[in-house]
């Protein structure tokens, strides 16, 4: 089980969008969101093409996380 801890409104919320083939990291990496649990991560590169989830344990296509938006 995970521990889930709420962010104080102080906080800046993280906006999400759906990854798409142009999708850029840079180089402060981004965080990315699991579509079937709601986990987040952050990642610093792209070149991969499905991922598990650290949160469901299920491999997760790259096209169907979303990922962070300024």
Known sequence: ??????MPESWTQI???PMKKS?????AGKH???P???TIARIY????SACTCQG???????YHYFIETK
Do not use: E, P, Y
């Open 1 to 6: 089980m995970m521990n889930v801890l709420q």
């Open 15 to 17: 906006k999400f969008a």
């Open 23 to 27: 999708t850029r990291v840079g180089v």
């Open 36 to 38: 079937n649990c709601g």
């Open 56 to 62: 469901c344990d299920r491999m997760v296509d790259k």
């Open 45 to 48: 590169h792209l070149s991969w």
């Open 32 to 34: 990315i969101r699991c």
